[in-house]
């Protein structure tokens, strides 16, 4: 598609329309439509209802909860959580980040290098996904133990006392601190990031490179200046795909962090089974899901790519 | 994609999916995308039947909170359990004492392992609850602290006491009549736990632990301890070992149960809070030492021979798993013929020989010696004399208590 728009074949000017000769069946295109409008309406819209519904209720399980439209729920939660807020934005930014310095080049190998590896490849980013979340979650924790060969190795080379300084680790270990949270996310999401990519990338047109190179572009030229720019969408859904789900993501935190690393998705967890405080548990994840929308907004208005796919 | 093979298609054609991908309907652009999300979140906001929702009180549920009992006509019983709480047999698909129950009444158990956490149970059966309705479950095990909960909610069935007549007669001393449900009117202990300290030897190396504080205190151990993310254990423990009654404690003393903990966890030495998965924490070495659940302990020990545990002079927290009949429930009598049945000393046994937690039945210590001579010597399985005078159950807690107390541990543990 990206061609399409960057680069268009000649074209002549287009053809008077033809009206297509049957009009039966106006409303097949509604009908076809009804299933999954009540999907959305059933799954999506009243739990949204119920759950604005909830955040301005007071109450207790005892006297039942009733709509008092309690709005100031919404800024106590803010002012009592706002350290987790911020932690999860960085802990999901640093993720997505990892995920692209990661992704990037693996999907320009898959894409333009990988020649009869390609299909193999490509299984073996899906494949991690056979398994539950859960279970490479858990995995991690085996991988960072304290006595384990990763951590004796960083600690062999200094690379933890570097780390420790600046905040993500503690002492001579790796798990229940931030960057185990970090790494897992990164982990977990990264396939989000690279399929997107690669669909980005596997779309332009080899003869472009060809050109630029005719044109007397280094290869880093021809990167910056013509793929590049050419799978910003790739880009763009990449980090969306990533970025999102990792900002409310509570597993990651819980098994790999400590005390210290509480993301707003455990806080929300925490609230809605364990405090049983219904209406802050919703106004959080409204919040969460307003600041979300905000950032997405401003990132795809800086981002300048009018294509998402 | 290939790219369109412009030669084959008529210009008209190309110009048209040229339209249609920049600026159709089918066209994802950002633009298109905000307009989407701004609708969306336009036609939340506006709508004006979020009052319209909202959680009726507890107890107030309509028609009363049996139902009709189907004991008579449906030979069934719907037991929902924890995960390996049951005696299972060398094929590990057959419930030995459940096929015995079956067979001498006729009652066929319908057994489901459903229960993980009991937060997370209660989020699942609250809704129904709340409104009234059968939960599709006749027996559910719940620890002491959610069953006080159900109790003061109203949401489960007072038990028929002639329908359990050894249950009445071999319940444990300890577990006859807790603050939350004296003289046993809506709940029978399925096990009881003791919640003590594990530790592992290889990663101990030598660092002695005899105590709480040794867990929040030893510099040794900073970032190899863990705690529970059962607030009742963390916490109970932590009043011990500062010399206060889990049973008769005040708000003050609580806050400053808590305030000791935070500063195990500002200081790193607390590494993290964790539920059942401590076990493989401690087992890999990256704990040394944690609160942990003596019944777990006396398994992982089978397999891993650093892995041990003792019990702080200050003493331990016990608690037990409860078995309740919950409102609208089909199948009472057979439920509560059920619960009598394992507290029969032969039944009883089978299940302690097996499971390893605190036995709640009098009188089965001969019955278990038979079967394992060793387990009816435990005192984490029957505790003597001495252990029961080391433990301390932590007391009930009001509506308002509990919102209070779980919010600051919560908190602590970071969230």
Redesign the interface.
């Known amino acids: 598609m990206s061609t399409l728009t960057e680069a268009p074949p000649p074209l002549a000017p287009a053809a008077p329309e033809k009206k297509p000769p049957r009009r039966r069946g106006r409303l097949t295109p509604y009908w076809l439509l009804l299933p999954g409008i009540l999907w959305l309406v059933v799954f999506f819209a009243l739990p949204m209802i119920y759950q604005a519904s909830t955040s301005v209720q007071t109450g207790s399980l005892e006297e039942g909860y009733k709509v008092t439209w309690h709005f100031a729920t919404y800024w106590d939660a803010l002012s009592e959580y706002w350290p987790q807020f911020l932690r999860s934005v960085a802990y999901a930014a640093s993720a997505t980040v990892l995920c692209l310095l990661l992704g990037y080049p693996l999907a320009y190998l898959i894409a333009f290098r990988a020649g009869r590896w390609r299909n193999l490849i490509m299984i073996l980013v899906i494949a991690p996904f056979f398994t539950s979340f859960l279970i490479r979650t858990l995995a991690w924790k085996t991988i960072l133990a304290d006595g384990g060969p990763v951590v004796g190795a960083l600690n062999t080379l200094h690379v933890l006392d570097v780390t420790s300084w600046l905040g993500w680790t503690a002492g001579d270990r790796v798990l229940a601190t931030p960057l185990a949270v970090v790494c897992g996310l990164t982990y977990n999401f990264l396939p989000f990031m690279i399929l997107p990519l690669y669909t980005s990338l596997e779309r332009i047109d080899g003869r472009l490179h060809e050109a630029a190179g005719d044109l007397y572009a280094r290869p880093f030229t021809t990167f910056r200046k013509v793929t590049f720019p050419l799978s910003m969408p790739g880009v763009v859904s990449g980090t969306l795909l990533t970025f999102i789900p990792a900002t409310g993501d509570y597993v990651n935190a819980s098994l790999l962090g400590s005390a210290d690393t509480g993301m707003i998705g455990n806080v929300i967890q925490s609230q809605f089974l364990r405090v049983l405080d219904y209406p802050t548990a919703a106004a959080l994840s409204f919040i969460l899901m307003a600041a979300i929308l905000a950032m997405v907004t401003v990132y795809i208005r800086k981002s300048g790519t009018e294509d998402l796919v | 994609?290939e790219?369109?093979e412009?030669d084959r298609l008529?210009?008209?054609q190309?110009?048209?999916?040229?339209r249609s991908?920049?600026n159709g309907r089918a066209?994802?652009?950002?633009?298109s995308?905000?307009r989407a999300?701004a609708g969306g979140?336009l036609?939340?906001?506006g709508?004006g039947?979020?009052?319209?929702?909202?959680?009726?009180?507890?107890?107030?549920t309509e028609g009363g909170t049996s139902a009709e009992d189907h004991s008579a006509k449906e030979k069934e019983v719907n037991f929902s359990n924890w995960t390996e709480y049951m005696d299972v047999d060398d094929s590990g698909k057959r419930h030995p004492t459940l096929e015995a129950f079956t067979k001498r009444t006729g009652i066929k158990v319908k057994y489901t392992e459903d229960i993980n956490d009991n937060?997370?149970f209660?989020?699942k059966i609250q809704p129904q609850l709340?409104a009234g309705q059968d939960t599709g479950r006749d027996i559910v095990v719940l620890t002491d602290w959610l069953a006080a909960r159900l109790i003061?909610?109203g949401w489960v069935q007072k038990l028929d006491p002639s329908n359990l007549p050894h249950a009445f007669a071999n319940l444990s001393q300890q577990f006859r009549s807790p603050d939350w449900d004296p003289g046993r009117a809506y709940s029978y202990p399925w096990q009881g736990i003791s919640t003590v300290i594990a530790y592992n030897k290889k990663a101990l190396d030598g660092i002695e632990v005899t105590s709480v504080s040794d867990l929040l205190d030893n510099p040794k151990l900073?970032?190899?301890v863990g705690f529970l993310t059962e607030m009742r254990d963390s916490i109970g423990m932590t009043l011990l070992d500062m010399g206060k009654d889990p049973g008769r404690f005040s708000d003050d003393d609580y806050d400053a149960a808590i305030a000791r903990l935070q500063k195990a966890?500002d200081s790193?030495q607390?590494?993290?809070?964790t539920g059942n998965?401590y076990t493989?924490?401690l087992t890999?070495?990256?704990f040394a030492a944690c609160l942990a659940w003596a019944g777990d302990v006396v398994q992982l020990k089978a397999d891993s021979p650093d892995v041990d545990f003792l019990i702080p002079d200050s003493g331990y927290i016990t608690s037990s798993d409860s078995m309740l009949i919950p409102n609208k429930a089909r199948h009472k009598e057979n439920a509560e013929r059920l619960i009598d049945y394992y507290y029969e000393p032969g039944p009883a046994a089978e299940l302690a020989a097996y499971i390893n937690y605190v036995c709640p039945v009098e009188g089965v210590r001969a019955e278990l010696a038979k079967i394992d001579e060793d387990a009816a010597n435990n005192p984490l399985i029957i505790p003597d004399k001495a252990m029961q005078a080391q433990s301390h159950a932590f007391r009930s807690l009001s509506?308002k208590e509990e919102?209070a107390y779980?919010?600051k541990f919560?908190k602590?543990?970071?969230?």
């Open positions: 994609m790219q369109y412009p008529s210009p008209a190309v110009a048209a999916m040229r991908f920049r066209a994802l652009t950002r633009r995308l905000l999300s979140a036609a939340v906001g709508l039947a979020l009052s319209a929702c909202g959680i009726p009180a507890a107890g107030k937060n997370e209660f989020g709340a003061r909610l900073k970032g190899r966890v790193g607390i590494r993290r809070f998965d493989s924490d890999k070495g990256d509506s919102t779980e919010e919560a602590l543990t970071g969230a």
